[in-house]
């Protein structure tokens, strides 16, 4: 089983229409991150928790929520989606301190 | 205004040379620095990292050398087989073990 798992693989959705996306890892790390990569741009991150009851936004978080639910589960919402929201979304997660991030598989998310 | 970057989207090479992938930053507070490889429908996977307290670090056929006088990091595989054909994303991030900071990506092909 992956240790970090991401839930959907594939979304499609209308614009307007509340979406979540969900992650839940089994490596125990505290730190949980999402990012989301357009061709060209690597990966932004958009909401990051060093622990359960610590969220930061991140370079991109305008349009986007998340949710802490426990140390394994971090999701991340879209109020209502709009069509430049389409993109390739990944959940990563990492011990404390200077170490690598440990990543999904991602979501492929398109908003018509 | 990207702090990482990646100049080069592509790159091909011959199976048994060698591939060079680098990688350039503006920001001095940088001090930790990670390649990462990524296949189609997978998320990125950790290769290899260094701390700006070194100027090399080896990880069997893969070496990153960093110069932080230039603020330039590279990543040297040798010999390139067709297997590593991915793309490669540079990050950085400080020593208190914050967010990282992705470049573009750069797709390397290493033909038979």
């Known amino acids: 089983d992956a240790d970090v798992t991401q839930t959907p693989r594939n979304r499609i959705t209308k614009t307007g229409k509340r979406i979540m996306l969900e992650c839940s890892q089994t490596?125990?790390?505290?730190?949980m991150y999402w990012y989301r990569q357009d061709p060209g741009l690597g990966l932004r991150l958009i909401y990051y928790?060093?622990?359960?009851?610590?969220?930061n936004k991140g370079e991109i978080s305008d349009g986007y929520s998340v949710s802490r639910q426990a140390q394994a589960k971090f999701s991340l919402s879209l109020e209502s989606a709009i069509p430049n929201q389409t993109a390739l979304y990944f959940c990563?997660?990492?011990?404390?301190?200077?170490?690598?991030?440990?990543f999904g598989d991602g979501t492929r998310l398109s908003i018509l | 205004d990207q702090q990482v970057k990646q100049n080069s989207p592509s790159l091909s090479v011959q199976e048994g040379r060698i591939s060079i992938l680098n990688c350039d930053y503006t920001?001095?507070?940088?001090?930790?620095f990670l390649w990462y490889k990524k296949y189609p429908a997978e998320g990125p996977t950790f290769l290899i990292s260094?701390?700006?307290?070194?100027d090399k670090n080896e990880d069997g056929r893969f070496t990153v050398f960093l110069n932080k006088s230039a603020k330039h990091l590279s990543l040297h595989i040798v010999p390139s087989q067709p297997g590593d054909s991915a793309v490669y994303f540079c990050?950085?991030?400080?020593?208190?073990?914050?967010?990282?900071?992705f470049g573009g990506g750069t797709r390397l092909m290493v033909k038979p």
């Open positions: 990563a997660t990492s011990d404390n301190g200077p170490r690598p991030q440990h």
């Open positions: 260094i701390s700006s307290i070194k």
């Open positions: 920001n001095s507070m940088f001090d930790y």
């Open positions: 490596k125990g790390h505290d730190r």
């Open positions: 928790s060093f622990d359960v009851k610590d969220i």
């Open positions: 990050a950085a991030g400080d020593n208190a073990g914050n967010m990282l900071t």
